[in-house]
């Protein structure tokens, strides 16, 4: 009996590799798809943390996590002290930067457990324990960090104030790079100017690595390197600028 060895014909062949290249191309469009997704997700949680901030500011005429008359409208809640920044860097650790969020919860601007409690009784910040995490990026915590020359030895390219920090947290501590520059740099077109290192939105390279950027946050200038692959990217958006 003859065996039948005859492959694929011309038109066999062509019409497999069209094939194939449709599923690439909607593997590929699906992908970017997801990606811009992620990005408009982002820049809005961005803008909403920063517009609750000033709700809370102009109904209770304090920052969160700021105010020392807290008990009087939640008897529950921790108090600031009141002097209008937000006390709490990495080496005393964290207390008004996380009743900040306890206090957004307390006021009914924002849903969440966020209790203002550090995770080991001391100094670990705990993404969607005490802080909140990023919806399209679950390796993003939020952080809101005060740059103050009376208050923190360092500043973000020659600015101090309060920004809110979107950064990876490991071992109960931020600044670890949470995303590549090209995602950053596309975040920074939607919601500033596309400068690492000017506007309201900025970026700043994990502390030690050359990734992200050309530079670091405190220098002149940085630029980003958008074809770098490393997830090396810190991003702060300024809720007020000293």
């Known amino acids: 009996m ?6 694929l014909s011309l038109v066999e062949l062509s019409i497999s590799i069209l094939v194939i290249g449709i599923i690439l191309a909607g593997v590929i469009e699906g992908s970017s798809l997801i990606r811009s997704a992620k990005i408009r997700k982002i820049v809005t949680e961005f803008t909403n943390y920063n517009s609750l901030v000033n709700s809370f500011e102009q109904q209770y005429h304090y920052l969160p996590g700021d105010i020392p008359n807290a008990q009087q409208y939640w008897p529950a809640a921790s108090v600031g002290n009141g002097n209008g920044i937000i006390d ?4 005393n650790h964290y207390s008004e930067n996380l009743l900040l969020w306890q206090h957004l919860v307390l006021s009914g601007l924002l849903a969440g457990p966020y209790n203002g409690i550090p995770v080991d009784g001391s100094t670990d910040l705990g993404v969607g324990i005490n802080i ?3 919806d ?6 939020y952080l809101y960090t005060q740059s103050n020359p009376g208050n923190i030895s360092f500043y973000y390219y020659g600015n101090t104030g309060l920004a809110l920090m979107a950064t990876a947290i490991s071992g ?21 100017d596309g400068i690492a290192a000017s506007g309201n939105f900025i970026t700043i390279r994990q502390p030690g690595s050359s990734g992200c950027l050309d530079n670091d946050y405190n220098a002149a200038s940085a630029n980003y390197i958008l074809d770098n692959t490393d997830a090396d990217c810190i991003m702060l958006y300024w809720y007020r600028k000293i």
Do not use: E, H, R
């Open 88 to 91: 709490g860097d990495n080496s």
């Open 132 to 134: 909140p995490v990023s």
């Open 2 to 7: 003859q065996k039948n060895n005859a492959g």
């Open 136 to 141: 399209p990026y679950s390796q993003i915590g």
């Open 172 to 192: 109960g501590q931020p600044l670890f790079g949470a995303l590549t520059a090209k995602d950053a740099y596309s975040i920074d077109m939607k919601i500033d």
